[in-house]
């Protein structure tokens, strides 16, 4: 089997539909596929009856957006999640509010230097998307400023520059305790990727098992391999389930479907673990 348990679609900052990324898994020839949006389950429904249509198993997910208190992003998919439990609905709707807070405040600030308006970066975000940066990027990309996202994010959006704004985001043991009192399964996503800013201490890690954390993204394109040297031998440790993905976000990144997999006795023990909601074939 072939099983892909990160993906993105336009209800966050992917550039397919929920259906259309589904579509993409048959194509791609896998045999399942997570949709984990940011903070988002509104692609279930459309993901689940294109799964069908398509017959690929469709892994209900979401990743949230996580701050440690020394300022570190750090990421953690939810899979097979209650999407109603109101104590993991009730963070990440607070979480959602910022990033438009955010988001206005950093398009009044590029709007400074840029022929960049609100309308602008409004119009490549779907209806009920979670915003985020990457549509910001797309509209500087539509307006001339740079040539793709990964060009907007390596100059004018890094969080060295001066039109970046931090934005509220739960401490990654609270949400992990969170998914697991909604019967989902914790993983913490692409935990060494480097390249993308700094990465925690394994006194992080070791506070994520405490709060319930259950496994490590570990074959991701983003982690190096020096480090998912380290990733397994701490899921070694603490008995912990390794996954492997693509992070696919359409058009918005290099990212293939497949490109990394995940065992599929994981996905079987992931559905044990996970009471919230079930995988869908």
């Known amino acids: 089997m072939r099983i892909d348990l990160h993906a993105h679609s336009n209800v966050s900052d992917g550039t397919e539909t929920p259906a259309g990324v589904m579509a993409s898994a ?74 438009l807070s955010r988001a206005e405040r950093m398009v009044t600030l ?88 700094r990465v925690v201490e394994e006194r992080t890690y070791l506070e994520m098992i405490d709060a319930g954390l259950l496994g490590l993204e570990v074959e991701h394109r983003d982690n190096p391999e020096e480090g998912r040297e380290f990733l397994r031998g701490l899921a070694a440790k603490h008995g912990l389930l390794m996954t492997g993905s693509s992070d696919y976000h359409g058009a918005g990144k290099p990212n293939l479907l497949g490109e990394n997999l995940t065992a599929p006795e994981v996905l079987a023990r992931i559905e044990e673990l996970g009471t919230g909601t079930p995988v869908v074939r």
Not at 42 to 57: I, K
Not at 61 to 82: A, F, K, Q, W
Not at 180 to 188: I, K, S
């Open 110 to 197: 590029l709007a400074e230097d840029y022929p960049l308006s609100w309308d602008d970066v409004i119009h490549h975000v779907a209806p009920g998307a979670t915003l985020g940066r990457p549509h910001i990027a797309d509209a500087l990309v539509a307006a001339g400023v740079v040539a793709d996202r990964s060009e907007a994010f390596t100059s004018i959006l890094t969080s060295h520059s001066r039109y970046f704004v931090q934005h509220y985001a739960p401490d990654p043991a609270l949400a992990v305790e969170l998914v697991r009192a909604a019967g989902g399964v914790p993983v913490f996503a692409h935990p060494v990727a480097s390249a993308r800013g």
């Open 26 to 99: 048959a194509a791609a020839g896998l045999d399942a596929l997570a949709l984990t949006d940011h903070d988002s389950t509104d692609g279930w429904e459309t993901a689940a009856a294109a799964a069908l249509e398509h017959r690929v198993a469709f892994v209900p997910g979401m990743e949230i957006s996580c701050r440690t208190h020394e300022g570190i992003s750090v990421h953690v998919l939810s899979y097979l999640h209650d999407p109603a439990h109101p104590g993991l609905l009730e963070e990440i709707t607070k979480a959602k509010d910022a990033r």
